[in-house]
């Protein structure tokens, strides 16, 4: 029955030695039979970071005496060579003397759903931040201020805000973190007046990351509304001096 299952089951001791594991385990870990995995540890199959994570999970519920239920966790496949999420529940069990000799697991693979749950959060930020820019724009604000906000808001919208730095180069002005213009990692845009560059917004991660493709749309579509308010704005300064 346990090796039918799509889900990972398993009983560990309170060292965190496995005493059973059916075949879902014995394929994430990447061993070659379940008769290899038994005996050994977490430490044996991923890296020790995540390792010491498990273990600290477990020993919380061997002092407690308290069960796991549901809690969502990052995961290493050796098979796959792959990482996602497990939502993984946890009870210990006794022994005949009613001493708590270990704990058992039930484990469900739910990186799909954490993606799509990741994905429409990141979704949700990116249209905050267009719609926020929105109404800043119809306020009509000064200029140097619109340029100011946007280099404050748009951080908030990326995958990593912590590490994020964003410059806006204007009419020979740097407003915002004039860092992120030199920073490696970066990705940057072109504002636009009549067909010409007159400006560049950089967006910068501190440490190397990958940029998604998300995150250089969402860039575009501001460098875009930002370009239609220079180009309204110049359009109302040649008309007042046409008057």
Same mark, same amino acid.
């Given at each position: ?9 398993? *009983? ?27 005996? &050994? ?7 020790? #970071? %995540?390792a010491e994570q498990y273990r600290a999970y477990d020993r919380k519920l061997i002092e407690s005496?308290?069960s796991l239920m549901g809690h969502e966790e990052p995961f290493y496949d050796n098979e796959t ?6 939502? $993984?529940? &946890?009870?210990?069990? =006794?022994? #005949? ?13 739910? @990186? #799909?759903?954490? @993606? ?5 959060? $990141?979704?949700?930020?990116? %249209? ?7 109404? =800043?724009?119809? #306020? ?5 201020? %619109? %340029?100011?906000?946007?280099? $404050?808001?748009?951080?908030?919208? *990326? ?26 990692? =970066? *990705? ?17 991660? @501190? &440490? ?15 460098a875009t509304r930002i370009s239609v308010f220079l180009e309204n704005q110049k359009l109302f300064?040649? *008309?007042?001096?046409?008057?």
């Amino acid at each position: 029955l346990a090796d039918s299952l799509p889900d990972i089951i398993f *009983m560990k001791d309170i060292e965190g030695r496995f005493l059973f594991v059916n075949d879902a385990l014995r394929r994430q870990l990447g061993a070659a039979t379940i008769e290899d995995v038994i005996g &050994k540890t977490d430490y044996d199959f991923n890296p020790k #970071e %995540l390792a010491e994570q498990y273990r600290a999970y477990d020993r919380k519920l061997i002092e407690s005496g308290e069960s796991l239920m549901g809690h969502e966790e990052p995961f290493y496949d050796n098979e796959t060579d792959t990482s996602g999420w497990f939502s $993984t529940t &946890k009870i210990p069990f =006794q022994d #005949e003397q009613g001493n708590i000799a270990g704990i058992m697991g039930l484990v469900r693979d739910i @990186t #799909e759903l954490k @993606t799509a749950q990741l994905t429409l959060s $990141t979704r949700i930020r990116e %249209l905050n931040c267009l719609n926020e820019l929105g109404r =800043q724009i119809e #306020e009509a604000p000064d200029l140097a201020e %619109l %340029l100011e906000w946007t280099t $404050t808001r748009l951080p908030v919208a *990326m995958q990593h805000p912590d590490l994020c730095q964003v410059a806006i180069t204007f009419d020979d002005t740097v407003y915002g973190s004039a860092e992120a213009i030199e920073i490696p990692s =970066q *990705m940057t845009h072109g504002l636009y007046i009549e067909g010409q560059v007159q400006g560049r917004v950089y967006v910068a991660y @501190t &440490k190397k990351q990958d940029f998604l493709n998300e995150e250089s749309a969402l860039l575009g579509a501001v460098a875009t509304r930002i370009s239609v308010f220079l180009e309204n704005q110049k359009l109302f300064n040649d *008309m007042q001096t046409a008057l």
